[in-house]
């Protein structure tokens, strides 16, 4: 009889477990790390640059705190963001899914993520922010960024399963993470989205410095700030060459145990690709080994398709030199601390991101610096006067007629936005048609060649189109 009771009490206590273990939710994260190294594996401050501009009715610590994709200059208009030196990495889009178990399909939770090294800047629904520069009224002073400076969201009594999306939008990086499938997230001020949002930018190394070295790419670790006690391994890595044709060609490279010392040989692999390897079908092949990785590393499929198109123009349709790896959880977790009260199963999956300088690159800044402060003010005015002629007429020339006025606001809101070229436009002069084809991170790399090598030519072009960086008092 005593081993009946005790029989039946073990499989009522297993059964207990199994149950509570189904009561867990799946929370499932994604997001980019992207950083520039120059030729070194140095990293290049000044990438506060916004790849895919989030609709408006996200929250932002200050609208100055990013570079727009717009590609007209800021001397042509008033409260342009401008390059902060101090941003070595921006933290792109990590979006947050809840997974509800079959048990249930509503719940209560508190979330909050810090950024160790670097401030959360963008965010949705709303939460409570903490960080340097940001007073009581949600006034924000944009200042330095330090390795020591940390940040903080906090949402506070979410409401997982409630309300549906309520915001319209047809702004591909938002509209994209939603094709998932997961459960509402509603805030206390009835806000709603299939997913948590932040953005942020730092001041941190990648865990990966890639330099160039006789003709190769050499890897090795940057773990100096990151308290491990073992290698961290990163499963996938691949080098990837797009050109302006929209040719792709990419190497998948060996997994790489990263480690404190920042003087070992983690791989070398030829930096460059032969002509011959160069296609466009290769923009299916790339998307489908990264894919395989991000499902490998732990996402759903329709998640890490979601990662895909969301980053579709700036991963795999914008010219440039990048490496791309899966981040080692424990990188992530030091960083970027998360911690939700739902008990769940958390998988955490970021792509590092970092854009190398190119040879090609290198050449168009010796190019600029051979113009003379008067060329560079010749351009610069038939630059303005070309911009004005086509959106604004009537500053030009009271009797000229404005035309259509929707058509024209309908184009100055794709340019701002980077949906279209400047060019697409107007005529655009040599030199600044040089200063536009160095890519994302234009800004950034004049910036930081004047500072290495600070020459008259660049220095008359970056006062001619107000390129100077920020500029503040060292106090936290």
Not at 39 to 45: L, M
Not at 103 to 111: K, P, R
Not at 429 to 437: G, Q
Request: proline share 6%.
């Amino acid at each position: 009889m005593n081993k009946t009771i005790g029989l039946i009490g073990c499989v009522l206590l297993a059964l207990t477990v199994s149950a509570r273990a189904q009561d867990k939710w799946t929370i499932h994260e994604w997001g980019t790390f992207t950083s520039l190294q120059d030729e070194s594996g140095n990293a290049i401050g000044g990438i506060n640059t916004d790849d895919e501009p989030v609709p408006d009715f996200v929250h932002q610590l200050d609208y100055l705190a990013l570079l727009r994709t717009s590609e007209v200059p800021p001397t042509f208009f008033k409260g342009a963001p401008s390059c902060h030196p101090d941003v070595t990495m921006r933290l792109e889009t990590p979006v947050i899914y809840f997974h509800a178990p079959k048990s249930e399909i509503l719940q209560t939770a508190d979330v909050s993520v810090k950024f160790h090294g670097g401030l959360l800047t963008e965010f949705y629904p709303d939460a409570m922010a903490t960080a340097p520069g940001l007073d009581t009224n949600g006034w924000f002073r944009f200042g330095p960024i330090h390795s020591d400076t940390d940040s903080k969201l906090e949402w506070s009594g979410l409401n997982i399963g409630h309300g549906s999306p309520k915001r319209e939008t047809s702004a591909h990086v938002w509209t994209s993470p939603r094709a998932v499938r997961a459960s509402t997230v509603q805030a206390t001020n009835g806000e709603s989205e299939k997913f948590l949002f932040y953005r942020g930018i730092g001041h941190i190394d990648a865990p990966l410095k890639v330099s160039r070295e006789d003709g190769r790419f050499v890897f090795r670790s940057q773990l100096e700030n990151v308290p491990v006690d073992r290698p961290l391994t990163i499963q996938s890595v691949w080098l990837v060459d797009i050109r302006r044709d929209g040719t792709i060609a990419f190497r998948p490279l060996p997994p790489l145990e990263i480690n404190p010392d920042p003087t070992k040989i983690l791989t070398t692999t030829a930096a460059n690709f032969d002509a011959g390897d160069f296609s466009t079908d290769n923009l299916e092949k790339l998307m489908s080994s990264l894919k395989a990785s991000l499902m490998a590393e732990g996402l759903f499929d329709d998640e890490a398709q979601a990662l895909l198109n969301t980053w579709e123009v700036s991963y795999f349709k914008s010219a440039g030199l990048r490496v791309f790896f899966m981040v080692p959880r424990e990188w992530t977790d030091y960083y970027l601390p998360l911690q939700i009260s739902l008990p769940a199963d958390i998988t955490r999956v970021m792509v590092g991101r970092i854009e190398l300088v190119t040879p090609e690159q290198r050449n168009i800044l010796k190019y600029l610096e051979n113009f003379s402060a008067q060329e560079t003010r010749q351009d610069q005015g038939r630059l303005l006067t070309n911009y004005y002629a086509k959106f604004f007429p009537n500053v030009l020339s009271t009797n000229k007629p404005i035309g259509d006025m929707q058509q024209l606001n309908k184009d100055l809101a794709q340019m701002y936005s980077g949906q279209k070229r400047l060019a697409d436009f107007i005529s655009v002069p040599s030199t600044y048609r040089a200063y536009l084809a160095l890519g994302r991170f234009r800004n950034a790399l004049v910036l930081d060649e004047a500072k290495s090598r600070p020459t008259e030519g660049l220095t008359n072009f970056i006062a001619g189109y107000r390129l100077q960086g920020y500029k503040f008092a060292d106090a936290r």
